[in-house]
């Protein structure tokens, strides 16, 4: 055989195959995923993270709110008198944004009833110092109810854990998809590359001549 004509058919046989390693063919229909949709997705994912996480700070502030106004109902803001000096704060409130100290005290509640108890106050509160505490209704000296920075921190992380939690769900669907059609598609390719392989190297024609020398 001519070797132009040898070329000229293996040039076709390489058009009829239309196969390079660099260009996978899907041959049974396995979906590629494009750059544009994986943006898409992207940008999907961080709107539904950002609006579930808008949503639970608003849900999380709201329930706040509504427990520190029902607490508030029970409890009392009194004037309380020093008996004695206040002790050094403990280490676990040393060094918080409002460390307090303990100190006997004397307060009324209800109207003139005398009570008497340790409470709260700052550190190194002298006796005979007038402070604010709150009691609930039996007069017993309890925590003040929540503030608003108290609630708005609760309600941002809350609300930034549920973005997380959402963002990592939705990104893990994202790339179980991707990784399940990559396999597809290179599976495709070399079930594809096993059928036109023969034919573009060639090596089909040759095994068929060897085999009629031999006949």
Do not use: N
Request: net charge positive; with cysteine.
């Amino acid at each position: 055989m001519d070797i132009g004509a040898a070329g000229t058919q293996a040039d076709r046989s390489h058009g009829r195959c239309g196969m390079t390693r660099h260009e996978p063919s899907d041959g049974d229909g396995a979906p590629r995923v494009p750059e544009a949709f994986g943006r898409a997705a992207l940008v999907l994912l961080l709107t539904l993270a950002l609006v579930c996480g808008a949503v639970a700070t608003g849900a999380l502030w709201k329930a706040g709110a509504d427990a520190d106004r029902e607490r508030a109902a029970h409890r009392h803001r009194v004037t309380a008198t020093t008996t004695g000096p206040a002790r050094e704060p403990s280490a676990s409130t040393r060094y918080g944004t409002e460390p307090y100290a303990l100190a006997p005290a004397t307060w009324e509640h209800p109207e003139r009833v005398s009570r008497s108890g340790t409470v709260r106050v700052p550190p190194r509160t002298p006796p005979g110092r007038a402070v604010t505490v709150w009691v609930d209704e039996t007069g017993t000296p309890i925590r003040a109810p929540g503030d608003a920075a108290s609630r708005s921190l609760t309600a941002v992380s809350g609300g930034v854990a549920v973005a997380g939690l959402v963002g990592a769900a939705g990104a893990g669907a994202l790339l179980l998809v991707r990784r399940t059609a990559e396999g597809r598609r290179y599976a495709a390719w070399e079930r594809e590359w096993e059928r036109v392989e023969p034919v573009w190297s060639g090596r089909l024609r040759r095994d068929s001549g060897a085999g009629t020398d031999d006949d």
